[in-house]
């Protein structure tokens, strides 16, 4: 699997959009971009995940390069509830579909 | 749909003991992975299931190992604790090859003293 980097942390404001950068510049083509969160004291969420189009849910949306080598998550109106760590992934929906490799994230904070 | 549901929430064990962490997939979600949260790391894959077979592997020992059931729950097993198996355990199910993502359960913190 691809390794991602990813900042630290970022603050954003409330009410603002938060874009969330990743790089995954060995990323293969069949693989995946997958986007998790963790709250404090909770498992980690699902958000989104994409191949190569911008993808959109009622959540976030993703973009991603054309050459595919990097993303960025958009949280379009961030609030309160959005602080978390931010995890980009990039795998495969066969061999490893099972086996996503964690990074250490983004620690995102949302402020008032 | 009920969610993963992981059992118990927290637990404090002595080195050396067995522990078994338990897991209730999301109903009609037949695969579960496992996963090793240290604190302040991500999460590190332990183990898949599906269909009652161990189908892939993380880099952790043979004392830790699975089970997975007919009804597609599932128990993480650890032999000879160790102070480093601290941690959350995390449980993962899903649908095989998902559309989507997985569902997580809100782990089962294990403390070794």
């Known amino acids: 699997d691809a390794k991602t980097t990813q900042p630290t942390s970022m603050d954003c404001a409330e009410g603002r959009a938060a874009n969330l950068p990743c790089n995954h510049s060995t990323i293969s083509g069949n693989e995946y971009v997958y986007w998790y969160r963790q709250i404090h004291s909770q498992g980690p969420q699902y958000i989104i995940h994409?191949?190569?189009n911008n993808e959109t849910n009622e959540m976030a949306s993703l973009i991603i390069t054309e050459d595919r080598k990097s993303s960025t998550l958009i949280l379009p109106h961030a609030t309160l509830r959005d602080t978390a760590v931010y995890y980009c992934?990039?795998?495969?929906?066969?061999?490893?579909?099972?086996?996503?490799?964690f990074g250490a994230g983004t620690q995102v904070v949302v402020t008032p | 749909e009920t969610g993963v549901t992981q059992s118990p929430t927290h637990l404090i064990k002595t080195r050396g003991q067995q522990v078994t962490l338990r897991c209730s997939s999301q109903?009609?979600?037949?695969?579960v992975s496992w996963y090793q949260q240290a604190l302040g790391q991500g999460p590190q894959f332990i183990f898949q299931y599906y269909r009652e077979e161990e189908n892939g592997r993380g880099n952790f020992p043979p004392r830790f190992s699975g089970l997975q059931f007919p009804n597609y729950s599932s128990e993480l097993n650890v032999n000879a604790l160790e102070l480093d198996d601290s941690a959350l355990y995390l449980c993962?199910?899903?649908?095989?090859?998902?559309?989507?993502?997985?569902?997580f359960g809100s782990g089962t913190r294990l403390t070794v003293v």
């Open positions: 994409g191949l190569k």
């Open positions: 993962a199910s899903s649908l095989p090859q998902p559309s989507g993502g997985y569902t």
């Open positions: 992934i990039a795998g495969t929906t066969t061999d490893s579909w099972g086996k996503l490799q």
């Open positions: 109903s009609g979600h037949n695969t």
